[in-house]
Every structure is written in C-alpha cells, then in structure tokens.
C-alpha cells in the first residue's frame, strides 16, 4: 500500500507509535512542509468572524461547490447557479454528487467506528440511478482489493496518529486507485477524504472546499494520482503534496465563501 523506500518522519505527532503504518510518510520530500502549509491555511480560515454566527450557511454552501467540483472532475461541469436553482437536470453523475454532498454530515460520528459500512453507504448515494441496485453498495470482492480496503478501514479506525491531511489524501489515493465498486468510485473516495478531515477535527464544520481544489489543479490531479499508484517514494510524496495543495485552495475557496456570506 505505502512505499517501501520511505524515509522514518523527521518529527512524529503526539501520540504516534514507531510502528504507525503512515509515520513514514511524514519523512518523503516536502510532505512536512505541504501539511504545515495546509493547516495554516484552514487555522486561518477557522478564525474567520462570520464562522461564530454563520458557520451553518457557509457549510451548506461549501457543500455544493463541493459538489458542483466534484461531479466536474467526474466529467459533468454543471454551472453554479444551475445547481443553486435545482435547473441541473437529471445527469446521475450531479444528482450522485449533491446527494453524497448532503449525506456526509450524517456519517461523521459512523465513520471513524465503521468505515466499511460508511463507504457502501456512500457508494449507494453516489451510484443510485447510474449503477444497478444489485452492486449498490457491494466492493468488487477481489482478494486485493479486500485486503486493502480492511487495512484502510483499520488506518481510519484509528491505526494512524498522522496529522488528518495525510490520513485524508492516503484515504482518497487508496479508493481512487483501488476503484472497490466499479462506478461512483470518485464520488466516493472524495467525500471519504472530506470526513476524514471533518472527523480528524482539522475541519469539524465541514468548511473548506477541498474538491475545488482538485478541479483547479484538474490536469495535476490525475498525474499525481498516477503517481501515488506507483507506490515509489517519489510517487506518494507527489500525490500528498498535492493533496495539501488542493486543501490550501479549498480554504482559500471558502475564505471566499465566508466573505460573501459576510457581505449579505
């Protein structure tokens, strides 16, 4: 799953054991300097005054751009105003998005306790109305692919100290890569990162918009995602440091939202 390569962490987390299954990916090039970045960022935007009255208007709000961006990296661009209208029409990939969008909330508190059971939960809103009802929910069954989604399970579980960011791109880079249903699985490895982040508290309020982040940086997305699946040291380094980037550009993207909010 991870590189064999990998540098021990120049600095641990409180709390982390030396035999942490992630501990060693702290140490590849720019990683530590990538997840400072990241965290500066969504402390900055945590600190934003319209969060203390209107954090509920700016997560419903971050949760459709979330969507809209998501649904766009799957192929479906739909315009923003389109989806604030309810005009987005009846594409699968949209209608999948904007329900997984609005189903997180409610599995945050599962997440961390049953992993497995979240994501068949995810893939049955990302997939209904695009996939048939009998692989709803369903993983492959591959011998691999099982492997490693319970390893994954285990590291969401709690098998891992490192800081959310890491935990969250590793989560997003495994179902990417390991596709478990067949279809949604894009959906669903993006909003499996973003409850990792919202579970792990770096952003309990659902704030930032790290699927934005991904749009914006679309074409470098997918080469490092490319990368991480190489499993080289080189390979993984490139997908989590771009994994921090797009965060750094979700809290801008919701720094963004909170002033338009602000300005009502």
């Given amino acids: 799953m991870f590189p064999s390569g990998s540098r021990p962490a120049a600095w641990a987390p409180s709390g982390a054991r030396p035999d942490d299954p992630l501990l060693p990916l702290l140490g590849l090039p720019g990683v530590t300097a990538a997840v400072a970045a ?8 945590l600190g934003h005054r319209v969060l203390r009255r209107h954090s509920a208007a700016v997560t419903a709000e971050s949760a459709l751009r979330g969507a809209r961006a998501s649904a766009a990296l799957d192929g479906v661009n739909v315009p923003l105003p389109q989806l604030r209208t309810g005009a987005a029409g009846d594409d699968p990939v949209v209608r999948g998005a904007l329900r997984v969008s609005a189903g997180v909330g409610e599995l945050v508190d599962t997440w961390a306790r049953a992993p497995l059971q979240v994501l068949a939960r995810l893939h049955v809103l990302a997939a209904a109305g695009a996939a048939g009802s009998e692989s709803l929910g369903r993983p492959s069954g591959r011998p691999d ?3 490693r989604l319970d ?3 285990r590291l969401v579980a709690g098998d891992t100290a490192v800081p959310a960011i890491v935990l969250a791109a590793v989560v997003h880079g495994e179902l990417r890569t390991l596709a478990p249903f067949g279809s949604a699985d894009g959906l669903v490895a993006r909003a499996a990162a973003r409850l990792t982040m919202i579970s792990r508290g770096l952003d309990p309020k659902s704030i930032t918009v790290p699927e934005v982040g991904h749009l914006e940086l679309r074409a470098e997305y997918e080469a490092a995602l490319a990368s991480y699946r190489t499993g080289t040291p080189d390979g993984v380094a490139s997908w989590l440091r771009h994994c921090c980037t797009a965060v750094e550009l979700g809290a801008r993207e919701a720094l963004a939202i909170c002033e338009a909010v602000r300005r009502r």
């Fill in 151 to 153: 390893a994954l399970g």
């Fill in 145 to 147: 692919n099982t492997a």
């Fill in 38 to 45: 990241a965290r500066e960022s969504v402390d900055e935007l």
